[in-house]
């Protein structure tokens, strides 16, 4: 009930092997030159032929632990196409892949007496003057109070920062405290201002609208109930390009950008109830939602819409942080020994674009090398490490922090959803220096405040503070990389810098904490 976890579901869900069952021709070489055709210039190609030659592995893995893949009839499993793929790649399970993936692990994990420990949230890293992990400082949220524990190695899988925006697939832990606490250690962060964020329905609970939605054809209105999407297409742009065009996330690369953004205008100018527009199926469309998006009507019944006879609001929602905290090996390390990052927190192996069905496969490829050494790192170096003074001195200054808060009147939670807001408003599909300046200054100042103790932080409010901490951390890196990039670039768009610039830009941008 704490923590990522599995949420995201579309049509599309799956986890991409270059196993071959899909069309013979394919093999971990065309993955691997696939998913850099997609990147170039802005990951590691070591990071990534290791994604590539290992995902095989691992689904082979899930097989044996139990996971019942979607098989044809010749008993080889069903493979699907996928953007950036030049043979169908992806492995998908009932339309719900992720879902399915944990809970195999989570049997697993139960079968093995793992002990998990709930409901608690690690915040700090404790390293040593060799800037070797020692250790980290938690807070035990149904405890109110804080937990150290004593390892000499860490693997950080936090997931991303969907929490960031008003709207997110992911669950509200989901606040960027893995990139937080990773920059706090002077690591880089690299390709923070790549967010994939697209269209979704925002009331009730998010739910991801991908491509063969738009296939359908649906009509949008704004609160006034008018059309709203041919006021903005250019001459030559229709409608229906725009909806073929259509895939999740948003990308400056064909005509389904007007979609996006026009969805942002009209949520600012003339929003729905819930800060978004309103979407409703077209007139004798039956037949094709029942070939498009099956899976999307059902899950939408669930929730109480009928796709056939119900209006429901459709907003923006953030999906993926293609960015992250640069890893340096294909075993997840870092530049602190000890520390190990693995899935939506590390960065390197996704730039601009992310190949579809290559988040899951990461999660499992390096979920799996980092697990191997930082165990093995743990049975060769745990016993040298001596962590108590290293734990004093870091627990000293958060108990400093509290004590400077006592008397702060400024409410955490009420600043939290500012954030959101102020990220939702300046930091989404539409950019431009005006709207990031003003999303940096907040930043700033809610930072300064946090720091000067204008905030109350009490043991009841610690948690939340806390997440608003590394909120501010996370956002900062997004908008400062954002302001920085001068051009549009996939699912970047600066308003005041429209076109791709090769030339000054095909080249990450990196973010590290000195001094």
Request: net charge negative.
């Amino acid at each position: 009930k704490g923590g990522s976890t599995a949420t995201a579901f579309s049509e599309l869900l799956a986890i991409a092997a270059a196993i071959g069952h899909g069309d013979e021709r394919d093999e971990p070489e065309i993955h691997y030159q696939d998913t850099m055709d997609a990147g170039r210039g802005f990951i590691d190609p070591a990071l990534v032929r290791t994604l590539a030659e290992d995902a095989p592995k691992r689904i082979n893995d899930l097989i044996d632990l139990g996971l019942n893949f979607d098989k044809q009839k010749n008993g080889k499993l069903v493979q699907g196409m996928s953007d950036f793929a030049t043979y169908p790649r992806t492995c998908r399970v009932n339309g719900v892949t992720a879902r399915h993936i944990l809970n195999i692990i989570a049997k697993e994990l139960k079968k093995n007496n793992v002990p998990i420990d709930e409901q608690m949230m690690v915040f700090q890293l404790v390293t040593d003057n060799e800037k070797r992990i020692v250790g980290a400082i938690a807070f035990d949220i149904d405890k109110n109070e804080f937990v150290f524990y004593q390892t000499s190695s860490v693997i950080l899988a936090c997931g991303g920062a969907h929490f960031l925006y008003t709207y997110g697939v992911g669950t509200p832990d989901m606040t960027g405290d893995g990139y937080a606490m990773a920059y706090q250690q002077g690591i880089p962060l690299v390709n923070m201002e790549f967010v994939q964020i697209g269209p979704g329905v925002i009331n009730p609970p998010v739910t991801l609208l991908s491509g063969p939605v738009w296939k359908t054809h649906p009509i949008l209105s704004n609160q006034k109930g008018e059309r709203f999407l041919e006021r903005y297409l250019p001459t030559g742009v229709n409608v229906k390009d725009v909806n073929n065009h259509k895939a999740f996330p948003f990308t400056v690369s064909n005509h389904s950008f007007y979609l996006d953004t026009s969805i942002q205008r009209e949520s600012e100018d003339n929003p729905s109830p819930h800060g978004g527009v309103w979407c409703k199926m077209a007139p004798g469309s039956e037949a094709i939602v029942e070939e498009k998006m099956p899976k999307t009507k059902r899950v939408l019944k669930s929730k109480g819409i009928d796709v056939h006879s119900d209006k429901f609001e459709v907003g923006l929602v953030a999906q993926c942080m293609n960015g992250g905290t640069q890893i340096t090996s294909p075993d997840g390390e870092t530049d602190i020994l000890g520390l190990f990052i693995a899935g939506e927190t590390a960065g390197g192996l996704r730039g601009p674009d992310r190949p579809g069905g290559n988040s899951l496969a990461e999660g499992q490829v390096y979920g799996y090398r980092t697990g191997k050494a930082a165990a093995h790192y743990s049975i060769k170096h745990g016993k040298e490490l001596s962590s108590q003074e290293w734990c004093i001195q870091e627990f000293q200054t958060i108990k400093q922090w509290i004590e400077n808060s006592q008397n702060g009147t400024k409410d955490v939670l009420e600043s939290i959803d500012e954030l959101r807001r102020n990220m939702y408003r300046n930091c989404l599909v539409i950019r431009n220096e005006a709207r990031l300046m003003d999303a940096w200054e907040y930043l700033l100042k809610t930072e300064q405040d946090l720091e000067q103790g204008k905030y109350s932080v009490r043991l009841d409010t610690i948690k939340s503070a806390l997440e608003l901490r590394n909120m501010i951390i996370t956002a900062k890196s997004i908008v400062l990389a954002a302001l920085l990039r001068r051009e549009s670039r996939s699912c970047h768009y600066r308003e005041d810098f429209p076109q791709k610039d090769d030339a000054h830009w095909k080249k990450s941008i990196r973010l590290r904490q000195v001094d």
